[in-house]
């Protein structure tokens, strides 16, 4: 079956700091993956997405490159800013069994001024 | 453009009701889904339709039924509310392929006393 495993949060950071938040996954045929933020009350948005193996999906700032040699979808940012606080989800989807996004638990990222 | 709507936003039900989860999308979407949200657990698949008519079970679908007799609705029914059903509930749609994302409705929190 499909899982993900993401890094226990929370993340805490200063402002500037740069980010990185592991993810990797096991997949039964070729899966797409996503990067979901959560802000504070709110539903999920997809915050980037890579399609096929050596791709880089990117959006405001952040970035994370579909590693199949290592089943890796590792989240980074620069230098992160009070307002990047929020849940990231990990997910991926495939065209077999439900073709429903599977995701990680969620880091949860804090940035302190 | 709505895109996903749910409603209710909050709701509290005493054991043994039952009420149903409202869920529409207006981008002609085929595809929707039901997950539940628990801390630490991330996302959890209840139920998914790849279509209207056609409905099957996710990880986690004991003690909900569903739906889809139109493209544009998937409601989520609890049959008889137990306190292990307390959580936040969200509706999702997609288009076909594995290559597109998700796009989620704002969230309902309900909690069973």
């Known amino acids: 079956g499909n899982s993900v495993t993401q890094m226990e949060g929370p993340v805490t950071l200063s402002e500037e700091a740069f980010l990185t938040i592991n993810c990797t996954y096991t997949a039964t045929g070729y899966p797409s993956l996503f990067w979901y933020v959560q802000y504070p009350g709110e539903g999920l948005q997809l915050l980037l997405k890579?399609?096929?193996?050596?791709d880089k999906g990117s959006n405001k700032g952040f970035e994370a490159t579909y590693r199949k040699e290592t089943t890796s979808f590792h989240l980074e940012k620069g230098s992160v800013q009070v307002s990047d606080s929020a849940v990231y989800f990990c997910a991926l989807r495939t065209y077999m069994g439900r073709r429903a996004l599977t995701f990680g638990s969620g880091t949860r990222l804090q940035v302190q001024p | 453009n709505a895109g996903v709507t749910q409603t209710p936003k909050f709701q509290v039900l005493k054991t043994g009701q039952s009420m149903t989860l409202q869920c529409a999308q207006d981008?002609?979407?085929?595809?929707m889904s039901w997950y539940r949200q628990d801390p630490g657990m991330g996302l959890r698949l209840i139920h998914y339709s790849v279509g209207a008519g056609i409905t099957d079970q996710g990880e986690v679908p004991n003690g909900y039924n569903v739906s889809r007799s139109t493209t544009e609705d998937f409601p989520l029914r609890l049959l008889s509310a137990a306190p292990s059903q307390t959580s936040v509930y969200f509706c999702?749609?997609?288009?076909?392929?594995?290559?597109?994302?998700?796009?989620f409705g704002q969230g309902t929190r309900l909690t069973v006393v």
């Open positions: 890579a399609t096929k193996a050596d």
């Open positions: 999702a749609s997609s288009s076909g392929p594995r290559t597109t994302e998700a796009f």
């Open positions: 981008m002609n979407h085929e595809y």
